[in-house]
């Protein structure tokens, strides 16, 4: 018998036909993104209302004979056979079967396929299949509207995370109930004609307890108003714990059923573009993709605040972390995403976001913002699309622009600052054999240039409001504090400097202040990755439509 066994379990487990035949039956009742699930749904739904109706109004006696039979027999015949699929699909007992096949101890094996078969029979959605079977427990087929309102279960399984406090207050409640019952009845009985028995000593307690109060059975002595003062304190209280946990399961749920929602708004939606981190670069980036019309961003944002702002701002959000494995998965159930940005200023989460998109679709096109490039070599063995490294991208911008109006219009070139903004910059224009003059404020920024081999170095008395008396060439702003590159420029205009200002910036919110200012051109670092990140996209559509 055991060979047997095991040789049809094989041939199962080889059956394609099988295995299409229970994937079907499991997608179309479990899996709510199966796309004729919501047909089932709403035919099951049909007919519990249905049967419900009929139940009702045979009480009146005016429904037709033939329709308390379609119901008896069509309807329980129709449910039985839904228990028996879910039974079914609950676990597959052959694969079980095929890999404890060299296993010695058959009994055992049966064993724990009959209990993995057990465990799901006496789990409370099977049991209410099972009841709502019976024509005489119709009712019940209510309780079922769980299987088939995709909200109604979500809400149930949030419940079901908060077990464990339902289950302490359960204890909790049982406890109080009883104590004050077994007082309200050493107190009361004898002297209350309402109380008759210890069973309505209970029946009190927990009407108190519940805050309704019903008036039926109320305390006569003096100790049993205390005794029930208490036990409304102990109400309120157990009420407000009660709320407290619905409250944060709920909140928790819908959160997952927006995401969920938010999903099913990406799967109809064309040429997506998914940008996790909603950031000044990742603000950019969705703007400028917003203006071209070609692409349509998608922003994944863990912060709730970022979050709130990207959808003010108008963008389908998924409030969530980016490195969740599922929300990846479920995202590429459709082939309409080109290409997925990570922008996060943590350089091991960008990673991570790669190796995560990477590991689930090896196809899927990821660029990255690189923020140190030290890690250049770790961020290429992920297999990464794409890399902007910002200051390195401004970096490159503003020294061609330098250069250039520094050989044709024959102009020095002055930097306010020797800061990670300006000192490769400065390097580069050197190997060029461009002269800078630096002004710093601070000596340890002093000494870098200096110890960089710069002999054009100015320290300017942060005591002295006074400013470098300039009067012609470029000037270029790029201290670390954006408040100082304001005060520089509109110092300068006031000293009477007519020649261009350039100013570097890594803070979007000032460069309004910088124009008003006198600046004459912001290479702005979030701008110019924004332009390369969509530039590397749009390179990439072209070469894929080939």
Not at 532 to 545: A, G, L, S, Y
Request: aromatic share 12%; glycine share 4%.
């Amino acid at each position: 018998m055991h060979d047997f066994i095991v040789k049809l379990s094989h041939k199962i487990d080889s059956s394609v036909r099988y295995q299409k035949i229970k994937s079907f039956f499991r997608s179309l009742l479990e899996d709510i993104n199966y796309p004729y699930k919501k047909y089932f749904d709403a035919f099951m739904i049909m007919l519990i209302v249905l049967s419900i109706a009929i139940l009702i109004l045979s009480k009146t006696g005016k429904v037709p004979e033939w329709l308390v039979e379609f119901d008896l027999y069509f309807v329980t015949a129709i449910f039985a056979v839904e228990y028996l699929l879910r039974l079914w699909i609950s676990h597959d007992i052959h694969k079980y079967l095929v890999a404890s096949a060299s296993d010695t101890s058959s009994s055992e094996r049966y064993w724990a396929v009959l209990r993995s078969k057990l465990r799901y029979m006496i789990s409370l959605p099977a049991l209410i299949d099972l009841i709502a079977i019976f024509p005489k427990f119709r009712i019940l087929r209510l309780l079922k509207l769980y299987h088939y309102m995709h909200g109604a279960s979500s809400l149930f399984n949030a419940l079901l995370k908060k077990r464990f406090e339902f289950v302490f207050l359960g204890y909790m409640l049982l406890g109080v109930t009883f104590t004050f019952g077994s007082i309200f009845y050493l107190l009361e009985f004898g002297i209350n004609q309402a109380l008759g028995s210890y069973l309505d000593a209970i029946y009190w307690a927990l009407v108190t307890i519940s805050t309704v109060g019903y008036g039926d059975i109320t305390p006569v002595t003096e100790l049993g108003k205390i005794v029930s003062m208490f036990g409304i304190i102990f109400g309120i209280a157990m009420i407000s714990f009660v709320t407290s946990v619905m409250v944060s399961a709920f909140s928790e749920r819908f959160s997952e059923l927006r995401n969920q929602d938010s999903i099913n708004h990406v799967h109809k939606m064309h040429n997506v573009v998914i940008i996790n981190g909603y950031g000044h670069l990742g603000t950019t980036i969705a703007k400028k993709l917003k203006i071209q019309k070609n692409y349509e961003p998608v922003i994944i944002e863990d912060d709730e605040s970022k979050a709130n702002k990207a959808q003010q701002d108008g963008y389908q959000v998924i409030h969530a972390d980016g490195s969740s494995a599922k929300m990846v998965k479920t995202l590429y159930e459709r082939e309409n995403i080109r290409a997925m940005l990570t922008l996060s200023s943590s350089d091991i989460n960008n990673i991570y976001f790669i190796l995560n998109a990477k590991s689930i679709q090896s196809d899927s096109v990821v660029y990255a913002r690189m923020n140190q490039v030290e890690l250049r070599p770790q961020y290429e063995a992920t297999k990464v699309d794409g890399l902007v490294e910002p200051y390195d991208v401004i970096d490159t911008r503003a020294f061609h622009y330098l250069k250039k109006h520094s050989e044709e219009e024959k102009k020095s070139i002055s930097f306010f600052g020797y800061t990670h903004k300006s000192d490769h910059i400065c390097k580069m224009l050197k190997e060029e054999g461009i002269e800078v003059t630096i002004y710093e404020i601070g000596n340890e920024s002093y000494e870098a240039a200096k110890d960089d081999g710069f002999t054009n170095v100015i320290l300017i008395d942060k005591k002295n409001s006074e400013t470098p008396d300039i009067k012609d060439g470029i000037a270029v702003c790029a201290m670390n504090d954006e408040a100082l590159n304001v005060y520089y420029s509109i110092t300068l205009r006031a000293n009477g400097f007519k020649d261009e200002i350039v100013a570097l910036s890594d803070t979007k919110e000032d460069n309004r202040k910088l124009l008003l200012a006198g600046v004459s051109k912001i290479f702005d670092m979030y701008d110019e990755s924004a332009s390369q990140f969509v530039e590397m996209i749009d390179n990439n559509v072209k070469r894929v439509e080939r």
